[in-house]
């Protein structure tokens, strides 16, 4: 960009997504075939990439005409230096390996440019950002490409539409409006996750959604995330929308005092909660500023907290296992600056490894990415077409209980401070929802379907009869329609429902009405044949309750 464009870069990376580079450029723009060309030119040079680590003073030195450049690169030192690189006339900062030289890659695409805000930044007017992807050789951006044509087909923004699911207005910016189709999903994830707390010993607690600020500053979250919180003047008070549950779980634990025979105490919350995203930041549902968790908090002893990480991840894997998800989990460690005494972490630390080894699941240390009160266990899902998303966690939390000052008499007589364990499992419902929508390709599995069975009446009095089929599966709880159209062909209505991702089409004529039966075929075009109507509702009924991902019967 500096070197082709004149422009002036204030940063450089890489993202999930791909590469990007921040710059600003007087009074023009860049077309993206030009990015496209110049990268292709100085890749095909070879040119040398050599990295060298810098101190603060010598990192001021480089960047003393920039001071963007500058402020952002000090927000990204950690330690006591700060690798950057060179590669020709040109030099950036690096956060990590790179490639000897530029001719390892040869095919490139430009996908964006977009404005970009930098807070806190006087000087930051004007700065651009231009996204791509690079790859070894032509052979490989032809194979993205098909995996990003896959995943466009997939987006669950499409299918939330097309389906009739939910959809964003302005009038509320960030928050979902679900629609029934999309509500009944939403119900079925929560009855699914209650299920499972009441066979796992967790009580559900409603707790307000509006707190004076009293409450966030003994927490310490108006001091480190005021900025993304909601806040309401009521003079002469300030009041914030929760974006978390686990200051007000701490207040249910103090109201009276504890007994080490009540613990563990496992209190999950589906409390709305809102966080202030920035705009750019909203996407669908996998960002937004009104969401649910399936938000729990352990407390328990030091004693119990193997036992409670193993079952939590327990419970993770039963629920995975559901949605055929697989998933690997990451361990991560004590991160610089963090609070608490360094044998308290280590302590925490090994409990988590030995529950991990416990698990038998496949893991991975993650060093220094812990949270700053306390390690973590993240878990990671594989989707359909091999993309990774982060959604359960199990956190340890050694601050909450000392800032409450929460207590428990222990067999002993005397007081001790217990363990607080953050856990969600799907995470955010809106995500998961939308993670589960691409995932299945909006093909949604019988007992999650939001459009269950389509009865199609052909000839005769046979609609009446339809009618009274779908009245039979509605009270029993299925979610069933008729199409009554008069002016459609049966294979066009056949054709309409699995395009409409119905589960079942059950077809029914005067030769089921006489028997009481319905023929019944797949989504996929299976035809299961002529049953009666009360052996297809037990099998349908034995397939929902086992949350079972298959169609045939």
Known sequence: METHFAAQVCREGVSDTGLYCDYQLDNSSVCLGEVEAACKEMASLQLPVTTLDLSADELKDLFQDSPLRLRLAEEQMIGPSLSVYRCGESIGVCNGPVLPHTGFLRAFKMLQTSPVTLSGAEDSCGVVRVMGVAFPGQREMEEWEKEQEEARRRD??????????????DVSPGSCFFLPKGAHIYNTLTDFIKSEYRRRGFSEVVTPTLFSTSLWERSGHWEHYSENMFTVTCEPHTYALKPMNCPAHCLMFEQRVRSWRELPLRWADFGALHRNEHSGALTGLTRVRRFCQDDAHIFCTPEQLESEITSCLEFVRSVYRVFGFSFHCLLSTRPTPCLGEPALWDSAEMQLE??????????????????????????????????????????????????????????????????????????????????LAENFGGKWPFWLSPAQIMVLPIGGDSEQYAQEVARKLKEAGFMADVDDDHGATLNRKIRSAQLAQYNYVFVVGEKERGSGTVNVRTRAGKQLGQRSLEEVMASLKELQERRSNDDEF
């Open 354 to 435: 030995r529950s991990l080894e416990e698990f038998g699941e496949h893991w991975e240390l993650n060093p220094g990415d812990g949270a700053f009160y306390g390690p973590k266990i993240d878990i990671q899902i594989r989707d359909a077409i091999g993309r990774q998303h982060q959604c359960a966690t199990i956190q340890l939390d050694f601050q909450l209980p000392i800032r409450f000052n929460l207590e428990y008499v222990g067999s002993d007589g005397s007081m001790h401070r217990p363990v607080m364990v953050h856990r969600a499992v799907l995470g955010s419902l809106e995500r998961m929802i939308a993670i």
């Open 156 to 169: 669950h923004r499409r299918i939330g539409k097309d389906q009739e699911l939910f959809f964003f207005n």
